[in-house]
């Protein structure tokens, strides 16, 4: 697998170099990109996205099957003798609740499950739904996120000021600096739910694999709104998202619909606290077409400021900090906030209770459907204001 991946690798570097031979062209003519040229670049950059997925799911693959290995280290000779030990996993139990043998139950956060023999068994379904939900937007991999019990109000302290220290002559009283604080930000838990119906022959059906398509239904659905309102969110029936509660970093030219510039991007990272730069997590979030544009752009020695991540296990990367696309940013337009950087943790996500997935034979009786609830609790707001700032577009 190891090989497949540094093929990837060495093909993805390969279309960076080729997508960059075209744009120095066109430069160096000082022309844009003619049709057919704009069509082989589109070409290229799908190459490269595409390219980059296949990296990571091959990376995650790899390090299931490490910890797999390594679950089965000493159990190597035990496995056959206790083989008819019964394991209750995810699959079983969603198949329990589809076949009407339980009408709900709740999946929390955990990584693996193993039974008593020590034998591996597959990711669990909560994990499968949280890992598509990522791929979805990155909210839930880039913020710290808190799981509790339950959703009652959680405050969380931020800082205002730092204590200083001043010079103190001999014999003299030292003086008091305290740090101050915040106003405490209150994380609840506002619920996300859906409703999915699948046939009773694909429930009786035991070649179905009901976990799957129940997961890909579940991070889907709750991944497109969550992390939409994670960034995007106004605090009152929903999150406070990131964008809503960054500050203002830079404010582009006008007369250009908004969109941004090399020199831009370098006050936008400038214009964020040191903490909030050199602290790990920190880095740029935007959507496709903002990656698109920011691609294009050279600094003052020539250099591309996009670098893609090379050796298959790090982001691609803006002005030396990790770039995370984002669907729910808005497209570069005036009076857009179209770009945010900072330290993306300090954005807090408040899970509540888990994942819930409840059963219904009566809502679609008259169809034989099986109707399914999920349901997931969450909350967000960014803890130190001054850790993210937001480009916006300049007005027309």
Request: proline share 3%; aromatic share 8%; glycine share 10%.
């Amino acid at each position: 697998m190891s090989d497949y991946i540094n093929q990837q690798v060495e093909a993805r570097a390969k279309a960076w170099e080729a997508a960059k031979a075209l744009l120095d062209s066109a430069s160096a003519e000082k022309r844009d990109l003619s049709a057919e040229e704009n069509v082989t670049y589109g070409r290229i950059m799908e190459d490269l996205d595409a390219r980059a997925a296949t990296i990571e799911t091959m990376n995650a693959q790899a390090v299931r099957e490490n910890r797999a290995a390594e679950a089965m280290k000493g159990f190597e000779t035990q496995v056959q003798s206790i083989a008819s030990v019964p394991v209750i996993n995810d699959a079983d139990l969603i198949r329990s609740l589809a076949r009407g043998e339980i009408r709900s139950t709740t999946f929390e956060k955990r990584d693996v499950l193993t039974s008593s023999t020590g034998a591996p068994v597959p990711t669990s379904f909560y994990n499968q739904v949280i890992e598509l939900a990522r791929h979805i937007g990155p909210m839930l991999a880039t913020s710290t996120v808190l799981n509790t019990a339950g959703g009652e109000n959680l405050q969380i302290p931020s800082q205002a000021t730092f204590s200083t220290g001043t010079v103190t002559t001999q014999g003299n009283a030292i003086g008091e600096s305290d740090a101050t604080f915040n106003a405490f930000k209150t994380l609840g838990a506002f619920k996300y739910s859906f409703l999915t119906q699948i046939s009773r022959e694909m429930v009786e059906d035991a070649g179905v694999d009901i976990l799957g398509f129940l997961a890909t239904q579940t991070g889907s659905a709750l991944g497109y709104d969550v992390n939409g309102a994670l960034t995007t969110g106004t605090g009152t029936t929903q999150p406070t998202g990131i964008v809503s509660a960054a500050g203002s970093g830079v404010t582009g030219s006008t007369a250009v619909s908004g969109a941004f510039t090399g020199d831009n991007l370098i006050d936008l990272v400038y214009s964020v606290d040191t903490a909030g730069r050199v602290l790990a997590g920190s880095g740029f979030q935007m959507n496709n077409r903002a990656i698109a544009a920011v691609r294009k752009l050279k600094g003052s020695d020539g250099n591309y400021l996009f670098q893609p991540g090379l050796n298959g296990s790090t982001p691609d990367s803006l002005l030396g900090y990790s770039i995370y696309e984002n669907p729910a940013m808005a497209d570069p337009a005036t009076s857009a906030k179209s770009v945010i950087f900072g330290n993306l943790p300090s954005y807090f996500v408040r899970q509540a209770g888990g994942l819930r997935l409840d059963r219904s034979d009566e809502y679609a009786f008259q169809s034989d459907l099986i109707s399914f609830r999920a349901t997931m609790r969450v909350d967000g707001n960014l803890i130190q204001p001054g850790n993210v700032k937001y480009f916006i577009g300049g007005a027309s």
